[in-house]
């Protein structure tokens, strides 16, 4: 596609719900990351993949967060029992390649509401 | 690991000033420096960036030098328009991935 597309763009999960947010990144674009942004801050980093290989998860916040890019180009975000505080737009990223990784293009992310 | 600080805002501008949103970093190296921008109802984009000390990036009117000794990076415009409200974003890159500031929110008013 022309750009990164997240879905779903909205999210509210009640408190111990599962919840999976997808990503599709620029065809052909090798590196992808996830960020969480929570109301007025910046986007925090979540984990980054290479392909299928998940080279950083050092940024998911409790073994409830897991991501997965199985073939290498769509990417899903999983959180196990939602918490309140999990609340958040989570913002998925991609980059042509390594060398590239500091320009990333950026989706316009999936708000999350757990009530 | 690497840091940024940035300007707190909102920061509320008439048309045509002067704008600065300050930046400063903490880095071990020399990172590359980006600011990013969220225009409302968009994703996240890049703006400009610089890779080493004395570069000056600039786009859109926008400029940033990237000051080693003062660890600087403060973003410019000599005269704001309308459309140039949007929520700015001071930016390191280091260990394969980029570390954002918390945003200034800049509104133009006409």
């Known amino acids: 596609g022309a750009g990164v597309s997240q879905s779903p763009r909205y999210k509210v999960a009640k408190r111990g719900q599962d919840v999976a947010l997808r990503c599709d990144p620029i065809s052909g674009h090798v590196s992808l990351f996830w960020y969480q942004q929570a109301l007025g801050q910046g986007p925090e980093f979540l984990t980054y993949f290479q392909n299928e290989a998940q080279l950083d998860k050092s940024g998911l916040p409790s073994d409830r967060f897991f991501a997965e890019r199985p073939e290498g180009s769509v990417s899903t975000l999983k959180i196990q029992r939602t918490q309140q505080e999990d609340s958040a737009v989570y913002l998925c990223a991609s980059s042509l390649n390594r060398v590239t990784n500091e320009k990333l293009f950026f989706g316009s992310g999936t708000q999350l509401s757990v009530l | 690991g690497n840091s940024v600080t940035q300007m707190e805002g909102p920061v509320t501008l008439s048309e045509e000033a002067f704008l600065t949103i300050n930046c400063t970093y903490t880095?071990?190296?020399?990172?590359?420096l980006f600011w990013y921008v969220q225009y409302p109802g968009e994703g996240l984009q890049l703006l400009l960036k610089a890779t080493k000390a004395d570069d000056k990036g600039s786009n859109k009117g926008f400029e940033a030098t990237y000051r080693k000794e003062t660890t600087s990076f403060h973003l410019e415009k000599g005269s704001v328009q309308v459309s140039d409200s949007a929520v700015y974003f001071c930016v390191i890159f280091g260990n394969e991935k980029l570390t954002f500031g918390t945003g200034t929110r800049l509104t133009i008013i006409p």
């Open positions: 880095a071990t190296g020399y990172p590359s």
